[in-house]
């Protein structure tokens, strides 16, 4: 299944039509210690680069973008106990939410994972 | 996700190839690049909490303002027109809370203040450094003198370790008459030596605990920090931590909780309002404090905690029964008490502990409760108290 990022530090697995979303290591390495995760409600329709989730870490509050547009079809409910799951696993138990994609052809727009690393390498 | 990446002219702090060599994550902080974390910021914080965490403060402002004649009474004069402190029962060795205030009585800085024999030692923010520097230097009678240490570094040692730490590191008191550091009291302070520097030890700090704050030469501070850093009791602490510590210890943080347009006593500093200045006055915004004090201020500064895990930020709105009431002055994640907190400056009618309000965060209305300050009781070693 492909893996796909987007320049603000998500990351979308992409199989078929349908999708999970997290944010990068980078980017919980940036956040610190995250003490809240708010995820999307199951059957909110995103748009690509809309404000899907918050996650608020001892620092900041910050948002979560859709990497594409759809519908959340699940979301982790482990998070709501241990939302440090975005810190020890951000791009694997700590993921955000399940959607099933509006638009596959969006995906087209997105990083792959040697032209995310380069991104982060020049920040 | 939002990731800011700040380029900025930044001055760099004495340390800072020391901080870097520790992993220290460097930020812009009042025109420095400092470090907001090593480790972890609740790991940090926690540690401070237990053992014994090494601030730099270097950012601040460290200065003198003196006068020839031999009791400091002109520089004593000087300082009184422009702070609400009575500097007349200031012992030697002896450390007092202050505020600057404009002629409204809001408040332009707030400082730590110590009488040495030659002068008055002034620890000022970093941010605010250079417009009070001005604003003291425009306010100065001839004959009275504002020196700034820029030749100085600034670190906190903080801690319920830090006694015992700073304790066998060799430092000497620079006089017969000075205590070793152990027996220093809060809000004490004095002249030491360190292998062949001069330095300036008070016990003091601005995380609630027991800690001390070391004015250290430049030319020797990388030395000194890392005769610190070696004691295995102590660990680097960033400045996410330092605000993290000071919210749950209720001390306001200059910038946010305290601004020109709030006076002392809506700030709950009245005790920074001495006696004798109440009556006498002679300070700038007298008459608008003084009003204040009679009449009770119109709006608090109260601590606020909040349910559940989403913590409110500087800019939310208070409301009770869904009218605005105030707003979130600074608010964070509380790692001592595992839910977050906040101070907020509100109408005084909705002020009092135990008042339920809400605070709008991003459209949620998070149930928050109106609690004394500060959050986590204080653990300073203060005189007359075992």
Known sequence: ?123 | MSLTHEIEDLALLPLDAWHRARGGRMVPFAGHAMPVQYEGIIAEHVWTREQAGLFDVSHMGQLVVSSADGDQSAAQAALEALLPADLSTLALGGQRYSLLLNAAGGILDDLMITRWTGGFFLVVNGATRAADIAHIAAHLPAGVTLTVRDDHGLLALQGPRAAEVLATIGLEPALPQIVPVERLWFMSAGPYRWHGADLHVSRSGYSGEDGYEIAVPVAAIAAFAEALAMHPAVRPIGLGARDSLRLEAGLPLYGHDLTPDIDPVEAGLGFAIAKRRRVEGGFPGHDRIAAALASGPARRRVGLALAGRLAAREGATVLADGAPVGTVTSGGFSPSLGHPIAMALIDAAHAVPGTELTIDVRGRALAARVVPMPFIPHRYHRKGVA
Not at chain 1, 21 to 39: H, M, N, R, Y
Not at chain 1, 60 to 71: E, K, L, Q, R
């Open chain 1, 1 to 123: 299944m492909p893996r796909y990022f987007t320049r603000d530090h998500e990351w979308i697995d992409v199989d078929g039509a349908s999708a999970r979303v997290g944010i990068t290591a980078f980017a919980q390495s940036q956040l610190g210690d995250i003490t809240f995760v708010e995820v999307p409600a199951v059957g909110a329709v995103l748009v690509r680069g809309d404000s899907a989730a918050v996650i608020d870490s001892v620092k900041a509050a910050s948002d979560v973008y859709a990497p594409v547009g759809g519908t959340v079809t699940a979301i982790n409910a482990a998070l709501e106990d241990a939302p440090d799951l975005v810190n020890s696993a951000s791009e694997s138990d700590g993921w955000l939410w399940d959607m099933d994609l509006a638009d596959p052809g969006e995906v087209d727009d997105l990083l792959d994972a040697e032209a995310y690393a380069e991104l982060v390498a020049a920040l």
